[in-house]
């Protein structure tokens, strides 16, 4: 996701064009279906246009009125599939853009004459031979012919530690979109395109299908049943005029349905999405789903994929532990040494912890001899004079001493152990035959994630970690993190499996992840957060992606949320009320001269039945306009009981709903009258 997305403005004409376009293309009623009061407002703008068309052929004079109530019933609609256009027009395929990322996967191809040539990992072939070396992504699934390297497949499996992948054996099976870490290998492509991990994984996206909220589904079916409730009203008076000897066309009839019917609402639930969206963006979080904002402040339980989202993904020198003898400082200072030739993530924070606690200076030196680390040696190191510095896994650095397993100190060895019960990697530092002491490499937890969790915890938030690690590791790290729960040895398979049960069991699921295996939980997810430092698959299933790769942004997400769900909520209610302002405008108006006791009711005394009718439509569409900026300011959210924003809510919003219909509708009826428009 590019920097220039979170920069671009709302209002950026690169959105607003297209949205211009596929607002028109959203008047298709088979879109429209899924908001019923947008549908039947365009089904009602059909109905006037098409007597509209008419009465310019057979009642000229009436055509004036019929035209303007079609033109004004046009515009809400066509507002409300912009606002949705806007909306959608932020987002992107999650599939087909996978599709296209596994397309642009570069591979060095080599030809039978020993040359390579340079082709997209679309068009690998089995049996095609291809060059991985170090820092490189493996274009496709396979098998390694020549070569040993180190390869994180943290991306694929979840594992945050390298894997020794070489030719012969078990160990030589790679998978594409790993990257090669150490060495150059040779690999044969064993699998075709569109059989590979990343195809099953575009699959399993495909077949990710993300719920209603019970929000929603509780305002979809309050609008439909308003709907059809105003429809048998607006029959009823339909009879009611027959009876009374009242003249009611179809023209006023269809305007009175789509002033009474609640359009305000309906036409603002896209931009409240919107403003959900453009809020995030403030906080350096990239949404691509309105309904994912608003499903953010209904959540119950937050996944979280360990390598990467709740630690740093690459394992990272966090202790020195010296041997019997020796001081930390000469095991630091001797790790450093031995660590300057080692250009893995591993070997880097070696240097970084040594200079970083010890002050130890890293600047060049002169050697005679440097050994660089290989992933067939795992050892690297430097001669310096007598000194024969080597750092690397234990048991090759062992070899390298000479030391046998009998003769290994206890201290040390109680070092190792303890390192591997806590889920960390041990290296060993050896000075030639003189065992130095024991790095500690651990996937270090991300500063201050306890302290968000327990946050997280008191909004009502379950926690759970997922990961790809063995239970000792998943454990230590679920405790040091500080998280309810966790879920080890999780394959793509399983973190799909748990998110489906908790949500057939009625909870609304977060889950923030950076890997390839993590997309099909992303996708299925209600709100699914991708780190931006994750990959290209992980942010592309996911509809919200997290700039700043913070795992406990959860919290300003799920406050953004909420506060959709309360803007929303007091606009419904405005809505609502609406309608009780509008029946004292129009049907005192449009029965007055049939039933004269109902001029008591016509405190408005508009110009005539015409223009209240008029007046009302007009509103009725400018309202929405009027109501955008608060639908994008949102309404303040606050932590309060139930009740008192429901009081706060009928006060403003109610209050509001019943007090300014009559004030605009009486406003616009002096215009329409003194510009002669009916």
């Given at each position: 996701?590019?920097?220039?997305?979170?920069?671009?403005?709302l209002?950026?004409?690169?959105?607003?064009?297209?949205?211009?376009?596929?607002?028109?293309?959203?008047?298709?009623?088979?879109?429209?279906?899924?908001?019923?009061?947008?549908?039947?407002?365009?089904?009602?703008?059909?109905?006037?246009?098409?007597?509209?068309?008419?009465?310019?052929?057979?009642?000229?004079?009436?055509?004036?009125?019929?035209g303007?109530?079609?033109?004004?019933?046009?515009?809400?609609?066509?507002?409300?599939?912009?606002?949705?256009?806007?909306?959608?027009?932020?987002?992107?395929a999650?599939?087909?853009?996978?599709?296209?990322?596994?397309?642009?996967?570069?591979?060095?191809?080599?030809?039978?004459?020993?040359?390579?040539?340079?082709?997209?990992?679309?068009?690998?072939?089995?049996?095609?031979?291809?060059?991985?070396?170090?820092?490189?992504?493996?274009?496709?699934?396979?098998?390694?012919?020549?070569?040993?390297a180190?390869?994180?497949?943290?991306?694929?499996?979840?594992?945050?530690?390298?894997?020794?992948?070489?030719?012969?054996?078990?160990?030589?099976?790679?998978?594409?979109?790993?990257?090669?870490?150490?060495?150059?290998?040779?690999?044969?492509?064993?699998?075709?395109?569109?059989?590979?991990?990343?195809?099953?994984?575009?699959?399993?996206?495909?077949?990710?299908?993300?719920?209603k909220?019970?929000?929603?589904?509780?305002?979809?079916?309050?609008?439909?049943?308003?709907?059809?409730?105003?429809?048998?009203?607006?029959?009823?008076?339909?009879?009611?005029?027959?009876?009374?000897?009242?003249?009611?066309?179809?023209?006023?009839?269809?305007?009175?349905?789509?002033?009474?019917?609640?359009?305000?609402?309906?036409?603002?639930?896209?931009?409240?999405?919107?403003?959900?969206?453009?809020?995030?963006?403030r906080?350096?979080?990239?949404?691509?789903?309105?309904?994912?904002?608003?499903?953010?402040?209904?959540v119950?339980?937050?996944?979280?994929?360990k390598?990467?989202?709740?630690?740093?993904?690459?394992?990272?020198?966090?202790?020195?532990?010296?041997a019997?003898?020796?001081?930390?400082?000469?095991?630091?200072?001797?790790?450093?040494?031995?660590?300057?030739?080692?250009?893995?993530?591993?070997?880097?924070?070696?240097?970084?912890?040594a200079?970083?606690?010890?002050?130890?200076?890293?600047?060049?030196?002169?050697?005679?001899?440097?050994?660089?680390?290989?992933?067939?040696?795992?050892?690297?190191?430097?001669?310096?004079?007598?000194r024969?510095?080597?750092?690397?896994?234990?048991?090759?650095?062992?070899?390298?001493?000479?030391?046998?397993?009998?003769?290994?100190?206890?201290?040390?060895?109680?070092?190792?152990?303890?390192?591997?019960?806590?889920g960390?990697?041990p290296?060993?530092?050896?000075?030639?035959?003189?065992?130095?002491?024991?790095?500690?490499?651990?996937?270090?937890?991300?500063?201050?994630?306890?302290?968000?969790?327990?946050?997280?915890?008191?909004?009502?938030?379950r926690?759970?970690?997922?990961?790809?690690?063995?239970?000792?590791?998943?454990a230590?790290?679920?405790?040091?993190?500080?998280?309810?729960?966790?879920?080890?040895?999780?394959?793509?398979?399983?973190?799909?499996?748990?998110?489906?049960?908790?949500?057939?069991?009625?909870?609304?699921?977060?889950?923030?992840?950076?890997?390839?295996?993590d997309?099909?939980?992303?996708?299925?997810?209600?709100?699914?957060?991708?780190?931006?430092?994750?990959?290209q698959?992980?942010?592309?299933?996911?509809?919200?992606?997290?700039?700043?790769?913070?795992?406990?942004?959860?919290?300003?997400?799920?406050?953004?949320?909420?506060?959709?769900?309360?803007?929303?909520?007091?606009?419904?209610?405005?809505?609502?009320?609406?309608?009780?302002?509008?029946?004292f405008?129009?049907?005192?108006?449009?029965?007055?001269?049939?039933?004269?006791?109902?001029?008591?009711?016509?405190?408005?005394?508009?110009?005539?039945?015409?223009?209240?009718?008029?007046?009302?439509?007009?509103f009725?569409?400018l309202?929405?306009?009027?109501?955008?900026?608060?639908a994008?300011?949102?309404?303040?959210?606050?932590?309060?009981?139930?009740?008192?924003?429901?009081?706060?809510?009928?006060?403003?919003?109610?209050?509001?709903?019943?007090?300014?219909?009559?004030?605009?509708?009486?406003v616009?009826?002096?215009?329409?009258?003194?510009l002669?428009?009916?």
């Amino acid at each position: 996701m590019s920097k220039d997305l979170k920069a671009r403005s709302l209002f950026d004409p690169a959105i607003l064009l297209p949205a211009a376009r596929d607002a028109v293309l959203k008047l298709d009623p088979r879109q429209l279906l899924r908001n019923p009061v947008i549908f039947v407002t365009e089904v009602v703008a059909a109905v006037v246009t098409i007597f509209f068309l008419r009465d310019l052929v057979t009642h000229p004079a009436e055509a004036v009125f019929s035209g303007q109530i079609a033109i004004w019933l046009w515009f809400t609609v066509l507002f409300a599939t912009f606002a949705e256009a806007v909306a959608e027009g932020r987002g992107r395929a999650q599939a087909e853009s996978l599709k296209k990322t596994k397309s642009e996967l570069i591979a060095r191809r080599l030809l039978p004459d020993g040359r390579t040539d340079t082709i997209a990992a679309s068009r690998l072939k089995i049996g095609d031979i291809v060059l991985v070396a170090a820092g490189e992504l493996i274009p496709g699934d396979g098998e390694v012919i020549e070569g040993v390297a180190s390869v994180n497949e943290s991306a694929i499996t979840g594992e945050s530690a390298p894997v020794i992948r070489e030719s012969g054996g078990d160990r030589s099976a790679v998978t594409g979109g790993t990257q090669v870490l150490s060495d150059e290998i040779k690999v044969r492509i064993t699998v075709a395109p569109g059989s590979s991990f990343v195809d099953r994984m575009i699959a399993l996206i495909e077949g990710a299908q993300r719920q209603k909220t019970p929000n929603e589904i509780a305002l979809s079916i309050l609008l439909s049943g308003l709907t059809l409730i105003f429809l048998f009203v607006c029959v009823a008076i339909w009879g009611l005029a027959g009876y009374s000897g009242t003249v009611l066309s179809i023209t006023v009839l269809a305007a009175l349905l789509v002033t009474l019917i609640p359009t305000t609402i309906g036409g603002l639930l896209s931009a409240i999405g919107i403003a959900g969206m453009d809020r995030l963006v403030r906080f350096n979080v990239i949404a691509t789903s309105g309904r994912a904002v608003e499903a953010a402040g209904d959540v119950d339980t937050l996944l979280l994929d360990k390598t990467g989202t709740i630690t740093f993904g690459n394992r990272m020198a966090s202790d020195f532990l010296p041997a019997p003898g020796v001081s930390a400082h000469d095991l630091a200072e001797a790790a450093l040494l031995a660590s300057l030739s080692d250009e893995t993530p591993e070997g880097r924070s070696v240097v970084a912890l040594a200079t970083g606690e010890f002050g130890i200076a890293s600047t060049p030196r002169s050697f005679d001899a440097t050994i660089a680390f290989t992933a067939e040696t795992r050892l690297s190191g430097v001669d310096l004079g007598t000194r024969r510095l080597r750092k690397g896994a234990v048991d090759a650095v062992l070899r390298f001493a000479g030391v046998s397993d009998q003769e290994v100190p206890a201290d040390f060895r109680r070092a190792v152990d303890q390192i591997a019960r806590t889920g960390g990697t041990p290296l060993a530092v050896a000075d030639g035959s003189r065992l130095l002491g024991v790095i500690h490499l651990k996937d270090v937890v991300k500063p201050g994630i306890k302290e968000r969790f327990a946050a997280l915890r008191a909004m009502g938030i379950r926690t759970v970690m997922v990961t790809g690690d063995n239970p000792v590791t998943a454990a230590a790290i679920a405790s040091e993190a500080g998280v309810d729960d966790y879920l080890a040895q999780a394959t793509p398979e399983d973190k799909l499996a748990y998110i489906r049960r908790e949500q057939q069991g009625g909870r609304l699921i977060a889950m923030c992840g950076d890997g390839t295996n993590d997309a099909p939980a992303l996708a299925q997810a209600d709100v699914g957060v991708a780190m931006q430092t994750g990959t290209q698959a992980a942010r592309e299933a996911a509809n919200m992606v997290d700039l700043d790769s913070s795992p406990t942004k959860l919290i300003e997400i799920v406050e953004i949320g909420k506060q959709l769900l309360m803007t929303r909520g007091s606009l419904t209610t405005f809505s609502i009320a609406n309608d009780v302002a509008k029946y004292f405008a129009i049907i005192p108006a449009l029965f007055v001269a049939t039933y004269p006791a109902l001029d008591a009711l016509n405190i408005m005394r508009l110009a005539s039945p015409q223009s209240a009718i008029l007046s009302a439509v007009i509103f009725n569409a400018l309202i929405i306009v009027a109501l955008i900026p608060l639908a994008l300011r949102g309404v303040s959210y606050s932590p309060a009981g139930a009740a008192a924003l429901l009081r706060r809510n009928l006060l403003i919003y109610g209050l509001g709903g019943l007090v300014l219909p009559f004030a605009g509708i009486k406003v616009i009826d002096l215009a329409v009258a003194a510009l002669h428009l009916v």
